[in-house]
């Protein structure tokens, strides 16, 4: 245990290096002061969950990552299934900062939440993999089969469901705002 959080400064600096991140630009995305974060780094504070948990928000890890990051070169993403209003979120991506990829399982049936469409910042990619899912998307409602892409900008309300009596399956991937991912399709 000792050695896992003398680790941590170490790896929080790294992290903070690898996104050309100030203290002070931190410090104003966390609200930990920096000189907080600097005895973080230094190893001179030990880490606190209270701490912790801005920071991987921060850097878009889990806590597992800031506080056990051997680099062993397996490029096997381990990371466990997420259950959030009935659907499974399957991680298939490790790259903090940057687009996020997910497996997602819709169980069949209405969603348990109804179909609130709600706006967050980022950008969204989905493809089906297998079942229908339904796309509300504004004053847009879309139903995609399997092969099917939908792209847009997750400041529009949307939501997403089972359109189907069986499980659909699809992935998803998550970027931040203005970064987005181009579909090319070659014409038949």
């Avoid at 966390?30 to 921060?58: C, D, F, K, Q």
């Avoid at 996020?100 to 980022?122: D, R, V, W, Y």
């Avoid at 998307?137 to 939908?150: K, Q, R, S, T, Y």
Wanted: neutral net charge; contains cysteine.
């Amino acid at each position: 245990m000792a050695k896992a959080l003398t680790a941590v400064g170490p790896r929080l600096r790294e992290l903070r290096q690898q996104r050309d991140l100030t203290l002070t630009r931190l410090a104003e995305t966390t609200g930990i002061s920096v000189s907080t974060l600097s005895r973080l780094e230094s190893g001179a504070r030990r880490p606190t969950l209270e701490l912790l948990l801005p920071l991987a928000e921060a850097y878009q890890v889990t806590l597992d990552e800031l506080v056990d990051a051997p680099d062993t070169g397996d490029p096997r993403v381990r990371a466990r299934p997420v259950q959030r209003d009935g659907h499974t979120f399957i991680p298939l991506s490790r790259r903090p900062g940057g687009p996020q990829a997910f497996k997602q399982i819709l169980p069949p049936g209405p969603p348990p939440c109804g179909q609130e469409q709600k706006t967050h910042e980022g950008y969204e990619w989905l493809y089906v993999l297998s079942g229908r899912v339904r796309l509300l998307l504004g004053d847009h409602d879309l139903v995609l089969g399997p092969g099917e892409a939908a792209e847009f900008d997750t400041r529009l309300p949307h939501s997403i469901g089972n359109a189907g009596p069986e499980p659909a399956e699809l992935i998803n991937i998550f970027g931040p705002q203005g970064e987005r991912l181009h579909v090319r399709a070659r014409s038949r």
